[in-house]
């Protein structure tokens, strides 16, 4: 197939668009392509991919972004992961985290991406591993109780309380030995 | 090596049996992304960290007795040879991207190969389960079961908001990819794909060609699979998926009935044309095989051609692939000799069936 645009060179990257029901479809060769300004590109021509969407979804209303153009903030700390050392504009440009402890460093950035990129979802539902999950759902208890703990105090119920206390104690041991179980 | 002999060991189990709907899903494939807690992950791995989550596999996994799988042996990517690679990528047992571009990257094969686990592929682990047919929940299970074999060994990446953590935002959640591939000559040739794409896309479903270039199916072969991963259990995907799968499944049945009905000669000559082809070419390129492959198989499935088993079409696609010519041929072969290489292949194999 002949690129669409210089009809010359063979075209190496298709481009198909579906719009209102509408196929339309476009061949280009790699110089045309990066003359239309399309930097469909990857690194070392390996077809275009969904990174490229998925950093104009990054970029589209991140605050951070604002915050880095204006030249008086410069200083501005950079959001960096501590284990890994990813800053959030390297995530931003190559659209992969670079360990799991990025998901907590970029955390408050990342619900309108997910948001996005899953139909409207920004919460897992889904399966909980067996080891890791078991301290989960004890975290979660323990919350609860807290705060039943202090409704508890609130409302003077004190001998309650205590129950409530001694409760969340057992669960904290169990907590810790798990975790130590889990190392 | 005689063709038969070949076959047989180069034909993995989704290829050869029949499972549900098989006239017309030919694989279910389910993928689960994972990735080990403090480890960097691939995209930004050095060799030591990669080594490190080869490391914990290989001590704290493989180490055991046999597996309740079987016996899974971990081949490290760098160690096999550049053709088995290529065949192994054919047979969509390991990716692309771990073949050619991973860092330290590895894999673990189960015997009947339904089961492959990839290292150091995008993510630390990518359990993949491969069935013939329609059986997405019985491939999920089967994934879910490694998944938890592992687990029970390894600390995994999950936070309680966004679940199991990816590399790529787009996998976070379940980590779950699952997908069928179809063969959709009905509704190709009665042009009615143009029209079902743009609504499967709405449903946050992706289909796409998986062999051949560009935006068009090779061989009328198409892959369904979720896009989306956040959000719903993994259950509730593969139904979702299933419930666009069974209707696709009887759009494409009726329009096999309404080809009959109303050009039923029209179709016979085609298939028969298709099957002279197969039978009696001497050079032939991937895309001709690939679309007289389907016609045969459709003529099969809709009983123009008799004594022929179906499975041919799955075998021969993946078999007539690059990668597999030149491993039978015992050797790297140029396009030229492929073409040729490739038209004797097929002759062979429709000969066997006669045989029987």
């Known amino acids: 197939m002949i690129c669409q645009e210089c009809n010359e060179r063979p075209a190496t990257l298709h481009f198909t668009n579906f719009s209102n029901g509408e ?24 077809g275009f991919s969904i990174n490229h969407f998925l950093q104009g979804l990054l970029n589209m209303d991140s605050p951070f972004q604002a915050k880095t153009k204006d030249p008086f903030q410069q200083q501005e700390e950079v959001l960096q992961c501590e284990n890994c050392s990813m800053t959030f504009p390297q995530f931003l440009k190559v659209g992969r985290f670079g360990c799991s402890h990025c998901y907590d460093t970029f955390r408050e950035y990342l619900i309108p991406v997910t948001r996005r990129l899953h139909s409207g979802n920004t919460t897992h539902h889904g399966k909980i591993p067996k080891r890791v999950g078991g301290t989960i759902q004890l975290q979660r208890n323990i919350a609860t109780l807290k705060h039943t703990l202090s409704d508890l105090i609130a409302k003077e119920e004190f001998e309650k309380a205590v129950d409530v206390r001694d409760e969340i104690r057992a669960l904290e041991k169990q907590l810790a030995e798990e975790r130590r179980g889990g190392e | ?26 694989s279910s494939r389910i993928r689960l992304a994972r990735n080990l807690s403090d480890i960097k992950f691939p995209t930004i791995a ?45 047979k969509h047992l390991i990716s692309p991207h771990l073949a050619e571009n991973s860092l330290n990257g590895a894999f673990l094969l189960s015997e009947n190969e339904e089961i492959s686990i990839m290292i150091n592929e995008e993510d630390h682990i990518r359990i993949q389960c491969l069935f013939p047919g329609l059986q997405l929940s019985e491939a999920l299970k089967v994934a879910n079961d490694v998944d938890d074999w592992l687990e029970e060994k390894m600390n995994y990446a999950y936070d309680e908001q966004y679940g199991y953590l990816t590399s790529c935002p787009t996998n976070v959640g379940t980590g779950l990819r699952a997908s069928v591939m179809m063969h959709l000559p009905g509704l190709v040739l009665t042009r009615q794909m143009n029209r079902i794409l743009p609504a499967i896309n709405q449903l946050g479903l992706v289909v796409r060609g998986i062999y051949g270039e560009g935006s068009e199916a090779l061989g009328n072969i198409f892959q369904v699979s979720n896009q989306t991963t956040l959000g719903k259990s993994e259950e509730d995907i593969v139904d979702d998926l299933k419930g666009v799968v069974a209707q696709i499944i009887s759009q494409e049945r009726s329009a096999r009935e309404a080809l009959a009905k109303t050009s039923n000669i029209q179709l016979e000559d085609r298939v028969f044309r298709s099957f002279g082809v197969l039978q009696n070419s001497r050079i032939i390129e ?8 389907s016609d045969v198989r459709l003529g099969i499935d809709m009983g123009y051609i008799k004594n022929i088993s179906r499975n041919i079409l799955n075998e021969l696609m993946i078999l007539t692939q690059p990668g597999f010519l030149q491993q039978y041929a015992g050797g790297p072969l140029r396009p030229d000799d492929r073409d040729i290489r490739r038209a004797a292949l097929i002759r062979e194999r429709i000969q066997m069936e006669s045989n029987e």
Not at chain 1, 34 to 45: A, I, K, R, S, T
Not at chain 2, 286 to 293: G, H, I, P, V
């Open chain 1, 23 to 46: 196929k339309t479809e476009l061949h280009l060769c790699e110089r045309c392509a990066q003359e239309q300004g399309e930097m469909f590109l990857m690194n070392q021509g390996a």
């Open chain 2, 1 to 26: 090596m005689s063709l038969e002999r070949f076959i047989n060991q180069a034909v993995s189990s989704w290829m050869s049996e029949d499972g549900p709907d098989s006239d017309i899903v030919l």
């Open chain 2, 46 to 90: 050095t060799k030591d960290s990669a080594e490190a989550v080869i490391q914990a596999i290989r001590e704290r996994v493989i180490a055991g007795p046999s597996t309740q799988f079987g016996p899974l042996e971990l081949l490290k990517v760098d160690e096999i040879q550049p053709l088995q690679k290529r065949v192994l990528v054919e």
């Open chain 2, 286 to 293: 991937s895309k001709e095989a690939a679309s007289c492959l």
